[in-house]
């Protein structure tokens, strides 16, 4: 059985929506668990009127952190298949059927998505165009980019640790990328180059949230490439250096110059620390042949450029 969890607060219609679209799976031996965060509109009534048994309505006070919702779910789930799903998002109706196609193989599956406004029209035929087939992600791929939709996650429960979601570091903002990395380590995930939701773009963050989301991000993977070898590193470097141009721009749009200027000189010495500022600056001053001063070893590395290839110590990196 399938577990789907779904936190929600204050979005009747849109949470309703979600619920029909799922009870339309062609796939159809799942457990639908609603975590209420306090909602004061007509969530309730509406979910109860579904009468349906494979909804489960769970209601709290207040809390104001995905993380404890999406928990509470996982440690309520009967299902040994675990899916998340956000309450604005809406499945297409053979999503389950296709992803369980690939549980035997994989113990995390996600895939692409149509984006569409809440009228239900198109703004874009794929939220990600990175690819061209099927993808088998790792640790380096998400350093990249969060390339995991949760409203298309599928995973084996018995993959999660005893806490999934980190409810104190990070609550209700980035949560799920850092879920993401943490099951990479030792897990390949599955990416289905299909569209098997309809992700609904609309303003639902506030504007405190918008800085938390490059902030988590960046503080996420700087704890994440601590973990993995030195040489995959350089992808969690290059994914830290967009977030904090992201969070620039940012702030450069509402005026705080303050930050601006200490994120720009944060970004500096990112580039120091991980050589890439080095290797830029001397090839555009020379392709061919230069010695650089390697800032983690304290050593002279000859590094010769090969076409598009680097060549460090005639060894590829």
């Given at each position: 059985m399938v577990s789907i969890i779904i936190p929600t607060y204050n979005r009747s219609k849109l949470l309703?929506?979600?619920?029909?679209?799922?009870?339309?799976?062609?796939?159809?031996?799942?457990?639908?668990?609603?975590?209420?965060?306090?909602?004061?509109?007509?969530?309730?009534?509406?979910?109860?009127?579904?009468?349906?048994?494979?909804?489960?309505?769970?209601?709290?006070?207040?809390?104001?952190?995905?993380?404890?919702?999406?928990?509470?779910?996982?440690?309520?789930?009967?299902?040994?298949?675990?899916?998340?799903?956000?309450?604005?998002?809406?499945?297409?109706q053979e999503k389950l059927e296709i992803q369980l196609k690939f549980i035997d193989s994989f113990n995390m599956i996600c895939?692409?998505?149509?984006?569409?406004?809440?009228?239900?029209?198109?703004?874009?035929?794929?939220?990600?165009?990175?690819?061209?087939?099927?993808?088998?992600?790792?640790?380096?791929?998400?350093?990249?980019?969060?390339?995991?939709?949760t409203s298309t996650v599928l995973l084996k429960k018995n993959i999660l640790p005893q806490i999934p979601f980190d409810t104190?570091?990070?609550?209700?903002?980035?949560?799920?990328?850092?879920?993401?990395?943490?099951?990479?380590?030792?897990?390949?995930?599955?990416?289905?180059?299909?569209?098997?939701?309809?992700?609904r773009f609309h303003s639902n963050l506030s504007h405190t949230q918008y800085p938390l989301i490059f902030v988590n991000s960046i503080n996420i993977l700087n704890k994440y490439k601590m973990l993995v070898p030195k040489r995959y590193r350089r992808y969690a470097n290059w994914g830290v250096l967009k977030f904090r141009k992201d969070y620039i721009i940012l702030n450069l749009l509402n005026r705080r110059l303050f930050i601006v200027v200490k994120e720009i000189l944060k970004m500096i010495l990112a580039f120091f620390d991980s050589g890439l500022l080095s290797l830029l600056f001397f090839r555009i001053l020379n392709p061919k042949k230069h010695i650089i001063y390697n800032l983690d070893k304290n050593t002279f590395k000859d590094i010769y450029w090969d076409r598009s290839k680097i060549r460090l110590n005639n060894k590829n990196i």
């Open positions: 309703l929506e979600c619920v029909q679209a799922i009870l339309r799976q062609t796939y159809d031996n799942f457990e639908i668990l609603i975590i209420d965060d306090g909602s004061t509109d007509d969530t309730e009534k509406n979910i109860t009127a579904l009468n349906d048994n494979r909804v489960i309505y769970n209601k709290f006070n207040k809390i104001g952190n995905l993380s404890v919702l999406r928990n509470y779910g996982v440690n309520q789930s009967k299902g040994e298949i675990v899916a998340f799903c956000d309450d604005d998002d809406l499945w297409l895939s692409n998505a149509e984006i569409v406004n809440l009228e239900g029209s198109l703004i874009s035929e794929k939220y990600f165009s990175d690819f061209v087939t099927n993808k088998q992600l790792n640790t380096s791929h998400l350093f990249l980019k969060n390339f995991v939709i104190l570091g990070y609550g209700s903002t980035a949560e799920d990328y850092d879920l993401w990395l943490k099951l990479s380590l030792n897990n390949l995930i599955y990416f289905i180059n299909k569209n098997l939701i309809k992700y």
